[in-house]
């Protein structure tokens, strides 16, 4: 039985130390930020200028400047800042963001990731993501195993242009948790049910 | 409040930016539609310019924001680091009919701070091994790093929640963004304040950008402050 996105978001909470700070990319990551145990003690950095983001916002404490890098509405927690986006980056590029959770398209047994344009097809625009990858001292990407066509997203090498090179350190999918390892994806658990074959990895598993 | 003899108050978005012209370059604050410039787009849609390079990290979305003058054909280039959410900049951007520079987003604010520090050019690791690092210098520092530019501008449009007569700002939440940024890397900063006070009425602790760096300050108007995406607790 491959996890839920939920169950995604609990297994990747697993790996974070308590007092820590993390970054969650836009899409799938930001479930992470409702599901997180206040007990943990962490700080959500959004990059659009905030540090200590709590989850949602009740309908009436909503405000339209108080919003994550997803432009959702969020609230934030006791001990939040605001600051601009020159710190805000520099809390990344400086290497102060313990964790970076962010999406991706494809993931390769060297640790790259692609998650930023389909040439030809469509550009979102990299964002913050190619800061976030260089600058966080972990990278988790949390995505759906297969792409619409049924393949894996976890590759041998990235076919899609790069959002960063050999930067990725652990991947979340609704099949398991790997390491890329520079030539292989280590699996450091299954999700109940899985097996080996049904990952349909061509890069070598370990 | 009681009108001031400040040389920086202007009394609408038309009066402040009356000298704009076709072909300079114009940063405009915010992130999405948070912080967006409201009063200065809008009189950009009624002055008669074109062949702009615009700065700005999403050029709008969904419609609104900047995408009023980027269907107005107003725009020419654009520097960005998000296009997600804005189909008619994708659109434009795919069919080459604007130019569109995607910069990393930590390096987009970087090279606006930099202008605005007196900063010619850094290296950075963000990008190395990417289409971005194409035709870049590399140079070997404890990892790989690519060299970027200072990003200057003309004008800048920004908007803060609270501004003096001197053009010290205060901004609310998170919408300030780029806004400081850009304020320190244009020529002329125009500014537009949902509250506009005297000089002293922000406590000098309190103040995010002082007004040095601001030339042009108004009170704007009809502000709606727009929601991207309405999350609320339990949906």
């Given amino acids: ?206 | 409040m009681t009108p001031t003899n400040s040389p920086k108050v202007f009394k609408d978005a038309h009066a402040a930016l009356h000298d704009i012209k076709s072909g300079m370059t114009l940063m405009s604050g915010g992130f999405g539609l948070c912080g967006i410039a409201e009063n200065c787009i809008d009189a950009l849609t009624t002055i008669d310019v074109k062949d702009l390079t615009v700065i700005s990290n999403n050029i709008g979305n969904s419609g609104r924001g900047l995408v009023k003058i980027l269907v107005q054909d107003k725009i020419k280039k654009a520097y960005c680091s998000y296009v997600g959410g804005n189909p008619d900049l994708e659109k434009r951007m795919l069919s080459k009919e604007v130019e569109v520079e995607l910069v990393p987003q930590g390096t987009f604010s970087e090279r606006i701070r930099a202008a605005g520090m007196g900063i010619r050019a850094f290296y950075t690791p963000t990008g190395y091994g990417t289409l971005i690092a194409e035709g870049k210098d590399v140079k070997m520092f404890d990892r790989p790093c690519i060299l970027e530019t200072a990003l200057h501008a003309d004008f800048a449009i920004i908007k803060a929640q609270k501004g003096d007569t001197y053009g010290n700002l205060w901004f609310k939440e998170t919408a300030r963004n780029f806004s400081p940024l850009m304020a320190m890397a244009a020529k002329i900063t125009v500014v537009e304040v949902e509250e506009l006070v005297e000089v002293g009425q922000i406590p000098a602790e309190d103040i995010h950008l002082p007004g040095l760096f601001v030339q042009r300050i108004f009170q704007g108007k009809n502000y709606k402050n727009e929601i991207e995406f309405l999350v609320t607790e339990g949906v």
């Fill in chain 1, 1 to 206: 039985m491959a996890w839920t996105n939920e169950q995604m978001a609990d297994e990747v909470i697993k790996v974070f130390a308590p007092h820590s700070s993390v970054n969650l990319g836009i899409g799938m990551p930001t479930i992470i930020a409702e599901r997180m145990p206040k007990d943990l003690h962490i700080m959500i950095h959004s990059e659009n200028g905030v540090l200590g983001v709590s989850g949602r916002p009740t309908k009436s404490s909503v405000s339209p400047t108080l919003i994550n890098a997803g432009k959702e509405t969020v609230s934030v927690a006791p001990g939040a800042s605001f600051f601009d986006s020159s710190l805000s980056f520099g809390m990344i590029r400086g290497g102060h963001i313990d964790y970076c959770v962010l999406g991706g398209m494809e993931v390769d047994s060297e640790r790259s990731l692609a998650n930023w344009m389909i040439p030809g097809k469509k550009v979102t625009g990299m964002g913050g993501a190619m800061d976030l990858v260089n600058g966080s001292k972990q990278v988790i990407i949390m995505m759906n195993h297969f792409s619409k066509d049924g393949t894996a997203k976890l590759l041998k090498k990235c076919v899609l242009p790069l959002t960063g090179k050999e930067v990725v350190d652990l991947v979340v999918t609704e099949m398991g948790v790997f390491k890329p390892t520079g030539n292989a994806f280590k699996i450091i658990k299954l999700a109940p049910g899985v097996e080996k074959a049904d990952l349909k990895i061509e890069a070598p598993l370990e």
